[in-house]
């Protein structure tokens, strides 16, 4: 059964994050708020969590299309080829905040990933989300805990969440009440602005 985990979004325990840290080092599966809607997640290097995570999901692993959540943009060199510019200005204006962006990715992506061209980059303005990443020591492989048809309230609700998943992760993470729309997603890899999906995020602001 999962451990269910209280952390305050204003000042998250640090305590409590190097526990859900630890979790995750040894292949644990977490469930944590983010910016739009609670998300599954776990340590991107780690083979069998990603195997869980895709079993869990009803997919291979080879095809599945899962954010790397990231707390700043530090780091973007080390999964993604060198962009211009102006593709990182669209970045420094809109991150942290609710959009997922696809970007070219490069030859050191883990190994799980290495065959794809493109991956999908979060920076969420979460504090919980972004220290469980800055402990960890490297990004998490993230997928939204929704239905593929409706959003249900289990994924506002993190007592209903827990119900619903203590038996399939390690850890849910009570950061408060989450989003019912996922982050918008911008696909920048060719070079241009192209809206995949409509989500919590302003389009104007691209």
């Given at each position: ?91 420094k204006r809109a991150l942290p ?27 969420p303005d979460n504090t919980i ?34 119900e619903k998943w203590e038996n ?39």
């Amino acid at each position: 059964m999962a451990e269910f985990i209280k952390i305050y979004k204003d000042n998250p325990n640090p305590k409590e994050v190097k526990r859900v840290v630890d979790v995750l080092r040894k292949g644990g599966l977490i469930i944590y708020p983010t910016d739009t809607v609670y998300g599954l997640g776990c340590d991107i290097t780690n083979s069998r969590a990603l195997e869980k995570i895709a079993r869990i999901k009803g997919i291979k692993l080879a095809k599945a299309n899962w954010s790397f959540i990231c707390a700043d943009l530090s780091n973007l060199s080390d999964y993604v080829r060198q962009i211009d510019t102006a593709t990182f200005k669209i970045l420094k204006r809109a991150l942290p905040g609710p959009y997922t962006f696809i970007l070219p990715g490069n030859n050191n992506l883990p190994k799980d990933f290495k065959k794809r061209k493109t991956v999908g980059i979060r920076v969420p303005d979460n504090t919980i989300a972004r220290a469980l990443v800055e402990g960890l020591g490297n990004p998490i492989v993230s997928t939204s805990i929704r239905d593929d048809d409706d959003l249900l309230e289990y994924t506002t609700d993190p007592e209903l969440i827990f119900e619903k998943w203590e038996n399939l992760v390690d850890i849910v993470i009570d950061g408060g009440y989450g989003d019912n729309v996922a982050s918008t997603v911008i696909d920048l890899s060719n070079g241009e602005v192209e809206v995949v999906r409509e989500g919590k995020g302003d389009i104007d602001i691209f």
